[in-house]
Nanobody, 116 residues
Framework: QVQLVESGGGLVQAGGSLRLSCVAS????????MNWHRQPPGKGRELVAA????????IYADSVKGRFTISRDNADNTVYLQMNNLKPEDTAVYFC?????????WGQGTQVTVSS
């Protein structure tokens, strides 16, 4: 059974930092590209960052470029999202996703709340 478990969310003041983690089990982690998405209150889900299977390339939404960094550790089956200089508009539930062709799996999400 595939599981993706996010952690690291919480309440932080604007300008602060958080590091999200997503630990995968039940799959061959290195075969999956990994994405972080977020869903702000009352809005749809959006892609925040993505990283290749080997971790040698990544992309970011324009809204987080220069502030967020995605990374992965294939030995620990974990993908991270380092979030710096957080803004109130970053408030959302953050989800990780594992993708390999038509296979994709989602975590349950972790809440990030940024106060002004």
């Amino acid at each position: 059974q595939v599981q993706l478990v996010e952690s690291g969310g919480g309440l932080v003041q604007a300008g602060g930092s958080l590091r999200l983690s997503c630990v995968a089990s039940g799959l061959t982690f290195s075969r999956y590209a990994m994405n972080w998405h977020r869903q702000p209150p009352g809005k749809g889900r959006e892609l925040v960052a993505a990283i290749t299977r080997a971790g040698d390339s990544s992309i970011y939404a324009d809204s987080v470029k220069g502030r967020f960094t995605i990374s992965r550790d294939n030995a620990d089956n974990t993908v991270y999202l380092q979030m710096n200089n957080l803004k109130p508009e970053d408030t959302a539930v953050y989800f990780c996703q594992a993708v390999n062709g038509q296979d994709n799996y989602w975590g349950q999400g972790t809440q990030v709340t940024v106060s002004s």
